[in-house]
């Protein structure tokens, strides 16, 4: 069974960086797209951004496009997600999630219901 896990978050101050990180234990990363999304409290949970199978397409929120990069390094099974420019507003839960279909980046992106497996999420907090 394939497992998730998020680290890397914590408490910032404005216009901070974080990276985060999403390990694969019990299977792999490759051939399968990854996203990330967020929740802050009282909210839904939202799409942050998403790296196709090869690594060779993403996609990011307008909310964080410029600000945050999603990478992948499959022979380590993993994902990242760097977080630079850090809002108030990006306070939340992150999470990263495979999806097992394997979006080359042809077509659109994953919705979040495509998603087979999801990690617990790591806490980031921006705040002075």
């Known amino acids: 069974q394939l497992q998730l896990v998020e680290s890397g978050g914590g408490l910032v101050p404005p216009g901070g960086s974080l990276s985060l990180s999403c390990v694969a234990s019990?299977?792999?990363?490759?051939?399968?797209?990854i996203g990330w999304y967020r929740q802050a409290p009282g909210k839904e949970r939202e799409w942050v951004a998403c790296?196709?199978?090869?690594?060779?397409?993403?996609y990011y929120a307008d909310s964080v496009r410029g600000r945050f990069t999603m990478s992948r390094d499959d022979a380590k099974s993993t994902a990242y997600l760097q977080l630079n420019s850090l809002k108030a507003e990006d306070t939340a839960v992150y999470f990263c999630?495979?999806?097992?279909?394997?979006?080359?980046?042809?077509?659109?992106?994953?919705?979040?219901?495509?998603?087979?497996?999801w990690g617990q999420g790591t806490q980031v907090t921006v705040s002075s």
């Open positions: 999630a495979e999806e097992e279909a394997g979006w080359n980046g042809l077509g659109p992106a994953p919705t979040e219901t495509a998603y087979d497996y």
């Open positions: 019990g299977g792999t990363l490759d051939y399968y797209a």
């Open positions: 790296i196709s199978s090869s690594g060779a397409t993403t």
